[in-house]
């Protein structure tokens, strides 16, 4: 919300200084010139900037095998990597080699929920902590959980956070940084995870 106002206001100052701009010139105040062509480049440079920022976190993606690259380069960095997921079918023999590198040899922090056990969760479980939340409250199972996302750098003020979704044809990965609405919910979400999956395993 905060950048949807930061553009709005630059493009709104950035047409006033134009049209002060244009009274000015046939005036031949150079003064006013000179100010109005400072607030216009100030303007349009904040109102770029912000355009960079808020489109940035958002790609777009339709091939399969671009979503697990761009996924397995986010999840490449140090820091601890949570991960909630359907299912991990975007996970390739390459992706679990960089997340057993990340425990292994970097020594992070990885953890993964997922509402049941497959193949590709239990070789991830060799090195990592997974958990299963699917049956954890019997009368409303909880397989049909929606949100998918993944954190890395948690619990750092670097946290970030790709949240996928459909769009069309278009599978769409959005990025959010610390203080973003988004983040704060799916850190909840991962709290109330933790929590009661720990309860399961006692």
Same mark, same amino acid.
């Given at each position: 919300?905060?950048?949807?106002?930061?553009?709005?206001?630059?493009?709104?100052?950035?047409?006033?200084?134009?049209?002060?701009?244009?009274?000015?010139i046939?005036?031949?105040?150079?003064v006013?010139?000179?100010?109005?062509?400072?607030?216009?480049?100030?303007?349009?440079?904040?109102?770029?900037?912000?355009?960079?920022?808020?489109?940035?976190?958002?790609?777009?993606?339709?091939?399969?095998?671009?979503?697990? *690259?761009? /996924?397995? @380069?986010f999840?490449?960095? $140090?820091?601890?990597?949570? &991960? =909630?997921?359907? #299912?991990?079918?975007?996970?390739?023999?390459?992706?679990?080699?960089k997340?057993?590198?990340?425990?292994?040899?970097?020594?992070?922090?990885?953890?993964?929920?997922?509402?049941?056990?497959?193949?590709?969760? *239990?070789? /991830?479980? @060799?090195?990592a902590?997974? $958990?299963?939340?699917?049956? &954890? =409250?019997?009368? #409303?199972?909880?397989?049909?959980?929606?949100?998918?996302?993944?954190?890395?750098?948690?619990?750092n003020?670097?946290?970030?956070?790709?949240?996928?979704?459909?769009?069309?044809?278009?599978?769409?990965?959005?990025?959010?940084?610390?203080?973003?609405?988004?983040?704060?919910?799916?850190?909840?979400?991962v709290?109330?995870?933790?929590?009661?999956?720990k309860?399961?395993?006692?």
């Open positions: 919300m905060k950048k949807v106002l930061t553009i709005a206001a630059c493009a709104g100052l950035l047409f006033e200084c134009i049209k002060s701009l244009i009274h000015a046939p005036a031949n105040n150079s006013d010139i000179a100010l109005c062509m400072i607030f216009s480049l100030l303007s349009l440079t904040t109102l770029v900037v912000t355009l960079f920022e808020e489109l940035r976190g958002h790609i777009r993606i339709k091939n399969t095998k671009k979503i697990n *690259k761009k /996924i397995t @380069e999840i490449n960095t $140090r820091g601890e990597t949570v &991960i =909630v997921s359907k #299912d991990l079918s975007w996970v390739t023999t390459k992706t679990i080699d997340l057993r590198e990340k425990v292994e040899v970097n020594g992070d922090r990885l953890k993964i929920f997922l509402p049941s056990e497959n193949d590709t969760s *239990k070789t /991830i479980a @060799e090195f902590d997974v $958990r299963y939340f699917g049956n &954890i =409250v019997e009368s #409303d199972p909880l397989e049909n959980l929606v949100s998918r996302f993944t954190i890395i750098n948690y619990g003020d670097s946290v970030r956070i790709t949240y996928p979704h459909r769009d069309a044809n278009w599978h769409i990965n959005t990025e959010y940084t610390k203080g973003d609405s988004v983040l704060t919910l799916a850190t909840d979400l709290s109330l995870l933790d929590l009661l999956t309860a399961q395993r006692k």
